[in-house]
């Protein structure tokens, strides 16, 4: 079972919906990379109105500017494991912000990878 607890790195990678590598979408190329590369976890988040380096707003609100909304794509691990994984995003994220936060994770308990069971109670 993996698992993680106390003092950790949060990267956070803000970039657009619309953002592509390789004719795939680019959070799905990062989320796919930080698992590949043994990380603890990532989810990638839609936002619903935001703006960036370029100051034009994109929101759900208006049909013509929703095409390419906000996403964030988080990754939290240790340090050391979050900082081998950056030159990754280097190489991916072209036009975006990349944050680094210290963060103290309270649990994380991952799949057991014998069983296969993630450690979940299942109802009775």
């Known amino acids: 079972m993996t698992r993680l607890t106390g003092s ?15 004719h795939r979408p680019l959070y799905t190329e990062i989320v796919h990379r930080a698992h590949a590369a043994g990380l603890a976890g990532a989810g990638v988040f839609r936002g619903i109105e935001g703006f960036g380096a370029s100051s034009l707003i994109h929101t759900s609100r208006l049909l013509s500017l929703s095409e390419d909304l906000p996403v964030a794509i988080v990754i939290v691990d240790t340090e050391e494991r979050v900082r081998a994984f950056l030159p990754q995003l280097d190489e ?33």
């Open 92 to 124: 991916l994220v072209g036009e975006g912000l990349v944050i680094l936060d210290d963060c103290e994770v309270v649990r994380y308990a991952g799949r057991d990878t014998e069983s296969g069971k993630t450690g979940k109670k299942g109802k009775r």
């Open 8 to 22: 950790a790195l949060r990267v956070t990678i803000f970039i657009g919906e619309n953002d592509v590598w390789h």
